[in-house]
């Protein structure tokens, strides 16, 4: 028997239209190079109205795919909000990619129509002709006096300024694909994750309760997460579902610039990869600035150094949240609680639970299984591969049944993370299934390698990976970087400091532990474990010949 | 083109599982006339599989209604959960209606089922041979102790102790409907609402949302509003969402016993209609008493006095919150919100916005329409009757077309209610349509008359009817009952005080004010009016003879 309620879609055009109704006078605030513009829910609506228009001029229809190629502000924004309110899907390019992968995330999700920076564009210049389907550019400005113009290019505000005013959206199903963005996968050919209206909506929801992030209409939200990267994490949705007003840092995210922001439009949250908070801290330090607003920072995409957290609070009092999630899960993250039943242990048994990476969020559900897909206990120790399912979880790649049945089976995705799950479902990545290093077939967990390192004095970053070893399978080798370059730290006083926490055959020997200048990174911020491996293999390659 | 997200429903079952899975120390607490009963979500989801077995054994099939008459206690809970995890609709029945009413409600919702607390069953007995549709009765505990029998009658707890332990939730989509309740409406007959899964989930993550009650793991509920008024306002529900202790007060809500109940098991939240927290207050000013962790109680039902609002946050620290909300609206209500757009206005405006019945909630949209159907402004001043859409929201009565066609109109619920609303979407309930006082073809609030009266020195309530009158068409009554019968307020002094702050004609002539012991309530403490009415009928028929 069906129920007889109402069949209202959860869509982002009902999120728009609550922003316009409930907080006209909320604001956007974009960060440009030469000043910051300003505008209220009310007027970005009316922009969104005439976007929309004008994308229907272009020739946008239900399904298209229009792509960005651009840095956080409020023209972004727009068209967050006006490619799904025709029923389309926003395609967010990834403006750290190189320009072949650019090309060939173009062409696998059919993009009809480009929306690119002025500063980014001419990313895209050694693929002038290998996007065939493309039918149309648009430039964006990227400042916020100039107007830039470009051969062959519309521009973005002649193309809302001839647009008609007012536009009528579209009803449609909740499960129509409103936004579309490629995992930055460190192996293989990206691959798409196609998001439902329903699934942002309800994540919004989600993420917003008292135990999450609770967001208020009182918050100001700092996106520092890009947009091209898993919707922002969900912010410029967030904003207008509760009424925060919504900062973007545009293109400057050093942390002078940052603070900064962060000070000057009193952001009560923010988000960002540890990197940048690594920065914020020292510059906060060296400076004695204060975060004068600032209450709660989402950290994701990498594990977060503990002393980050611990700094963070004490010196700040800013709650720095570590949270899990990837392009397949829809944003923003779980955070990791503190519950009452943790809090009313005794000490030492508390600290078993707290400073997890995650708990599992309302309409999801985990399970972590070894390698022979078994279903291992809530033990707080067993690892194994983390599964999840839920509203919020991607249920195949666009286009890309290869990769599909690699990842889902019976109804989970497969995460490729390695965690261990306490007997209150926090939840702790160990490391990425593909980083584990196996020695005398047991598992080393790269990660507790590396943040045991980054507690070391003189260290900045640490990153573990493995070698090839004759006589154990593989053997842990620790890059470090020094937080001084001029001073230094000797690798037996780092291998001294973590000897402590780990059964000795897990510990490094010291001549595998590098000192380099620098950890490489990834296009989104995280250790580039690949490249690190390359760089092994380079130098060892003469050592193994003569071993 | 569709989203590839994955199909999770959104239904009562996954919020059973994760009650049971992140929360399984978390009580429930039923207190019964000679004992209080606790249990962990984990003993409770092991006897909601017992139950399921149980009543799949009894014949219980997806679509079937199961009723229940009863208090508010876990066994109550337990069918909440168990029934609409078959994929059947519990339709709990208003114990406080006369038995021919429940009677026309069992036949009418066509329950195949009853389960009924042993000191409830005999209201049935008028009915025995006229419910043939049902096919078993349970009896329950109507004490923690005693096991009363019942001829004809099956026992719960023999039931659950036969039953097998461990049971498998059928799958099925979140539309199916699992709950059934009649609205009491004062006039024609009760009409069936049916919910969805889906209803009461979004409802739950959107009642907890920060800027709503930002329930949290944290808290502990009392569930005073009746588990069988519109699914005792969500909270059975809410609790395991997000994994709050809950508790039932059972048959005994006088104020002693409530005050006692939220002491003793520290509940920070708690609902119910203004009569009972006029009741608490008095009890906690006479005895000078404390309310140690209570923080909100949501107040529905009924317009809630403004002194009462202020006494309690006030003297007690509590904050009451009216809500607005019918059976047709799906639990809980959209509370009154203070926004910091409201907070920054110059004193004097802020006190227009403030104090509203509610202001609309995520994924629902209302508007307010004048007798020509006619969309009316947002300026906080024009009356007219409420319409609301969204998810929460039914789209038709169950079995009833005639009563369909006149509440429901292009996708609205025509509530009934006449409002404002202000350019922040706060809307106040002026009156219900039918009892609007219309007088020389204007429009008088009988809420706005009532309010003021109870202000008053010396009034405890005060309820406005309209009288026919040759002149004006209507001219207001007003019933006041006296805080202390002994000393009776003056009407004259009852004229004066609320004199200024009405118009002329808005106020009753001083032999309209009528002083009586008590106001009637209606079967869920809302001012019967349909009764002040008829007392009137008598009281001025000789009257009327001979004006």
């Not at 009424?243 to 050093?254: N, P, Q």
């Not at 330090?285 to 607003?293: F, M, P, V």
């Not at 690190?532 to 010949?545: I, M, S, V």
Request: charged content about 20%.
């Amino acid at each position: 028997m069906q129920g007889l309620m109402m069949h209202t879609p959860l869509t982002l055009t009902w999120i728009l239209r609550r922003g316009l109704r409930m907080f006209p006078d909320k604001e956007v605030v974009s960060r440009f190079p030469d000043g910051v513009h300003r505008c209220t829910f009310a007027e970005l609506y009316a922009r969104v109205e005439r976007l929309a228009n004008a994308l229907r001029a272009l020739g946008v229809k239900p399904g298209d795919r229009v792509a960005t190629l651009a840095w956080n502000h409020h023209r972004h924004m727009e068209l967050y909000y006006a490619v799904p309110a025709l029923g389309a899907v926003l395609h967010t390019l990834n403006i750290r990619l190189p320009a072949h992968q650019l090309g060939y995330i173009v062409n696998h999700a059919g993009d009809t129509l480009l929306f690119a920076d002025a500063d980014l564009a001419p990313l895209l210049e050694p693929l002038a002709d290998q996007m065939p389907g493309l039918r149309g550019r648009v430039l964006m400005p990227d400042s916020l006096q100039g107007r830039p113009r470009r051969d062959g290019w519309l521009d973005y505000e002649s193309l809302l300024a001839g647009a008609e005013t007012r536009a009528e959206f579209p009803e449609f199903s909740e499960t129509t694909a409103c936004m579309l963005c490629y995992s930055s996968g460190t192996t293989g050919d990206p691959k798409g994750v196609l998001y439902s209206h329903r699934a942002q909506v309800l994540q919004c929801l989600i993420a917003g309760i008292t135990d999450n992030f609770r967001f208020s209409e009182r918050d100001t939200l700092l996106a520092i997460a890009p947009m091209f990267h898993v919707n922002g994490w969900g912010l410029p949705f967030q904003a207008l579902l509760v009424g925060a007003s919504l900062v973007f840092a545009g293109s400057r995210l050093d942390a002078a610039s940052l603070v900064e922001l962060i000070n000057a439009e009193r952001v009560t949250f923010t988000n960002g990869v540890p990197t940048i908070w690594v920065g914020v801290l020292e510059h906060l330090r060296r400076q004695g600035l204060r975060l004068e607003s600032l209450q709660q920072v989402l950290i994701g995409g990498a594990p977060v150094p503990k002393p980050l957290i611990a700094a963070f609070v004490e010196e700040y009092g800013v709650a720095l949240r570590e949270a899990w999630g990837m392009t397949e899960t829809a944003p923003p993250g779980r955070p990791n609680i503190v519950t009452s039943a943790i809090d009313a242990l005794p000490p030492q048994e508390r600290a078993r639970y707290v400073g997890k990476s995650a708990k599992v969020g309302p309409c999801e559900e985990i399970q972590h299984i070894d390698e022979a897909g078994r279903v291992l206990p809530w033990d707080g120790e067993t690892m194994g591969e983390l599964c999840v399912r839920g509203t919020g979880i991607a249920g195949a790649y666009y286009n890309n049944p290869q990769a599909t049945a690699a990842a889902f089976h019976d109804g989970w995705l497969r995460t490729g993370d390695i965690v261990t799950i306490d007997r209150f479902g926090n939840y702790q990545v160990m490391d990425r299934a593909k980083d584990l290093i196996k020695s005398g077939g047991e598992w080393i967990s790269s990660v507790a390698l590396q943040n045991a390192a980054m507690t070391c004095p003189g260290v900045a970053e640490a990153a573990a990976v493995a070698r090839s070893d004759a006589k154990w399978g593989e053997r842990p080798v620790l890059f470090v970087s020094p937080r001084d370059s001029a001073a230094p730290p000797a690798t037996e006083a780092i291998l001294g400091t973590i000897a402590e926490r780990f059964a000795k055959w897990q510990l490094p020997d010291v001549q595998d532990i590098r000192v380099v200048p620098e950890i490489p990174k990834t296009s989104v911020g995280k250790f580039d474990k690949k490249r690190l491996r390359e760089l092994l293999q380079a130098q060892r390659a003469p050592d193994e010949a003569t071993s």
